[in-house]
Nanobody, 117 residues
Framework: EVQLVESGGGSVQAGGSLRLSCSAP????????LGWARQFPGKERDLVAS?????????WYSDSVKGRFIITEDKAKNMLYLQMNNLTTRDTAVYYC?????????WGRGTEVNVSS
């Protein structure tokens, strides 16, 4: 079973920052694209950031987080991160780590982020 484990969620006031972490098996960093998605209550998950670790490390961000969130990875530690800055109440959601591989996709169980005004 492929396990992606998120951590770092919590409660923060608007304007604050959080860093999410995702622990993933080493082979995913070499063979898959990794990213972060979020889900609002009653909505589908939407990708907010991704990094193409197998290629040139190109990053992508959704318009809603561009300029505020930064996705990075530490291959030596098998960790994926999402630095979230200048958070707003609209960022309140459950955040998921995701790996998209050639034949399969994998998700973590999510970590909750609650931004209060």
């Amino acid at each position: 079973e492929v396990q992606l484990v998120e951590s770092g969620g919590g409660s923060v006031q608007a304007g604050g920052s959080l860093r999410l972490s995702c622990s993933a098996p080493a082979y995913l960093f070499s063979n898959c694209g990794l990213g972060w998605a979020r889900q609002f209550p009653g909505k589908e998950r939407d990708l907010v950031a991704s990094i193409r670790l197998r290629a040139d490390g190109t990053t992508w961000y959704s318009d809603s987080v561009k300029g505020r969130f930064i996705i990075t990875e530490d291959k030596a530690k098998n960790m994926l991160y999402l630095q979230m800055n200048n958070l707003t109440t609209r960022d309140t959601a459950v955040y998921y780590c995701r790996a998209v591989c050639t034949v399969s996709s994998y998700w973590g169980r999510g970590t909750e982020v609650n931004v209060s005004s």
